[in-house]
């Protein structure tokens, strides 16, 4: 049975990894790969216990799925209503080099306060307001997508896995101050890096006014829609704080009040115009194929760790790797960019115990090291995260393409913040 999914789980990874040149799309493998891996392991597997498993993934999914909707729906709506002109009317410069820079450092700060997957939506649509050459947008969206998940890593609230870690009692705030040198260092090597190589090269700006075919937004309207848009985002982390509720009720309650807002302040506009700046515009461009890409590829990880796969690989590197903590994690960093950092994490923290003293220990060396390198080499490959997941449909960024354009930096970030760590221990 085990060697039947995870046959199918590579045949649809490569038809995903091909989708370029098959021209098939990504969302449509990644629904057969996730249903076909749960049909297999019905035929195959315990029966008695199947509808609960797939409950149990099922409850996590929604939750990702439903905070990624309201997200989208969100940046969507500020979008439509011009607000992202309130920050790309302050970045002036074309150069290639300072505006990378820019980009990857509100990024980082923005990934720790909101969290990874939030701004790199945010991002995702403010990239398309600044730079109009596509190849030099997707660069720069690969970029952003190294900085999201290097931002993510040293926050407890800045990704999945960290909150994970935090609530499951195995990190504290300490992780911050433990990881935020790592992390910085993962993000500034590649941009070191990529500095030289776009030394000299400029941005070509799009015309906004080209861009921008929606009725004309009144300035007030503008900038009470961002400036609830971005308060909206950042009560989500301090919402799952104060009630201890997941992070996408706080997403869907953010949405709900700039619903009401929006209906309100549109009241007396005809019906066409309000349309379009309403919730419900707004969800007509959403790119729903970004949703069952995520159902299907979660359904599908999820399947391997119902079946106990994960946890066999876990007890595997453990004897391979010696019991060597430091090459344990590196090597869940790798696995992660393949798998899902959610299904590694949840294993790892089954695997060990949490312990007074030691490594183990609350805030111990493997802890801390693990949320590193779970958040972070998710970079490696544009479905190692969920961050790179969203931007790769939102921008329909081509999964080889950025094997060959981002991964090597991905790598050198990754190692290098590993290297810092391990050097700080």
């Given at each position: 049975?085990?060697?039947?999914?995870?046959?199918?789980?590579?045949?649809?990874?490569?038809?995903?990894?091909?989708?370029?040149?098959?021209?098939?799309?990504?969302?449509?493998?990644?629904?057969?790969?996730?249903?076909?891996?749960?049909?297999?392991?019905?035929?195959?597997?315990?029966?008695?216990?199947?509808?609960?498993?797939?409950?149990?993934?099922?409850?996590?999914?929604?939750?990702?799925?439903?905070?990624?909707?309201?997200?989208?729906?969100?940046?969507?709506?500020?979008?439509?209503?011009?607000?992202?002109?309130?920050?790309?009317?302050?970045?002036?410069?074309?150069?290639?080099?300072?505006?990378?820079?820019?980009?990857?450092?509100?990024?980082?700060?923005?990934?720790?306060?909101?969290?990874?997957?939030?701004?790199?939506?945010?991002?995702?649509?403010?990239?398309?307001?600044?730079?109009?050459?596509?190849?030099?947008?997707?660069?720069?969206?690969?970029?952003?997508?190294?900085?999201?998940?290097?931002?993510?890593?040293?926050?407890?609230?800045?990704?999945?896995?960290?909150?994970?870690?935090?609530?499951?009692?195995?990190?504290?705030?300490?992780?911050?101050?433990?990881?935020?040198?790592?992390?910085?260092?993962?993000?500034?090597?590649?941009?070191?890096?990529?500095?030289?190589?776009?030394?000299?090269?400029?941005?070509?700006?799009?015309?906004?006014?080209?861009?921008?075919?929606?009725?004309?937004?009144?300035?007030?309207?503008?900038?009470?829609?961002?400036?609830?848009?971005?308060?909206?985002?950042?009560?989500?982390?301090?919402?799952?704080?104060?009630?201890?509720?997941?992070?996408?009720?706080?997403?869907?309650?953010?949405?709900?009040?700039?619903?009401?807002?929006?209906?309100?302040?549109?009241?007396?506009?005809?019906?066409?115009?309000?349309?379009?700046?309403?919730?419900?515009?707004?969800?007509?461009?959403?790119?729903?194929?970004?949703?069952?890409?995520?159902?299907?590829?979660?359904?599908?990880?999820?399947?391997?760790?119902?079946?106990?796969?994960?946890?066999?690989?876990?007890?595997?590197?453990?004897?391979?790797?010696?019991?060597?903590?430091?090459?344990?994690?590196?090597?869940?960093?790798?696995?992660?960019?393949?798998?899902?950092?959610?299904?590694?994490?949840?294993g790892a923290m089954g695997m060990y115990e949490i312990s007074t003293v030691g490594e183990f220990a609350?805030?111990?060396?493997?802890?801390?090291?693990?949320?590193?390198?779970?958040?972070?080499?998710?970079?490696?490959?544009?479905?190692?995260?969920?961050?790179?997941?969203?931007?790769?449909?939102?921008?329909?960024?081509?999964?080889?393409?950025?094997?060959?354009?981002?991964?090597?930096?991905?790598?050198?970030?990754?190692?290098?913040?590993?290297?810092?760590?391990?050097?700080?221990?």
């Amino acid at each position: 049975m085990e060697i039947i999914i995870i046959t199918i789980f590579t045949l649809g990874y490569l038809l995903i990894a091909f989708e370029h040149n098959l021209k098939i799309d990504k969302a449509a493998v990644a629904l057969v790969t996730g249903v076909l891996t749960w049909a297999v392991f019905v035929f195959f597997g315990d029966h008695h216990n199947i509808e609960e498993e797939l409950s149990h993934h099922l409850i996590n999914i929604a939750e990702i799925v439903f905070f990624l909707l309201g997200a989208m729906t969100i940046v969507e709506l500020v979008d439509s209503h011009q607000g992202f002109r309130v920050i790309t009317d302050k970045i002036k410069t074309t150069n290639a080099i300072k505006l990378l820079w820019i980009i990857s450092l509100l990024t980082f700060v923005f990934s720790a306060v909101l969290d990874n997957l939030t701004t790199a939506i945010v991002m995702a649509a403010l990239l398309s307001k600044l730079i109009k050459d596509r190849k030099q947008l997707l660069f720069f969206a690969g970029m952003m997508i190294l900085s999201a998940n290097a931002g993510g890593a040293w926050s407890p609230i800045g990704d999945i896995t960290t909150i994970m870690l935090w609530v499951g009692g195995q990190i504290s705030l300490n992780i911050i101050q433990a990881i935020i040198l790592p992390s910085l260092v993962c993000m500034i090597v590649p941009l070191i890096y990529v500095s030289f190589k776009y030394r000299g090269i400029m941005i070509a700006r799009p015309d906004m006014k080209s861009m921008e075919k929606i009725v004309e937004v009144i300035p007030y309207e503008r900038n009470i829609i961002f400036a609830l848009g971005v308060v909206g985002l950042l009560f989500v982390p301090l919402f799952k704080i104060i009630t201890h509720l997941p992070p996408y009720m706080g997403m869907l309650l953010s949405l709900g009040v700039l619903w009401v807002v929006t209906e309100i302040i549109h009241q007396n506009k005809d019906k066409t115009h309000k349309h379009s700046l309403t919730v419900a515009g707004a969800l007509s461009k959403i790119e729903t194929s970004t949703i069952f890409f995520f159902l299907g590829i979660l359904l599908a990880v999820g399947s391997l760790q119902s079946t106990g796969i994960l946890n066999s690989l876990a007890e595997i590197l453990d004897k391979l790797f010696d019991g060597n903590l430091y090459l344990i994690n590196i090597f869940i960093g790798f696995l992660s960019s393949i798998l899902d950092n959610v299904p590694l994490v949840a294993g790892a923290m089954g695997m060990y115990e949490i312990s007074t003293v030691g490594e183990f220990a609350v805030d111990g060396m493997f802890w801390e090291f693990l949320a590193y390198c779970a958040g972070t080499g998710g970079s490696l490959l544009i479905i190692g995260s969920a961050a790179g997941v969203a931007v790769m449909g939102i921008l329909k960024i081509n999964f080889m393409w950025y094997i060959r354009n981002i991964t090597i930096l991905a790598l050198i970030g990754y190692l290098s913040g590993a290297i810092t760590f391990i050097l700080i221990q």
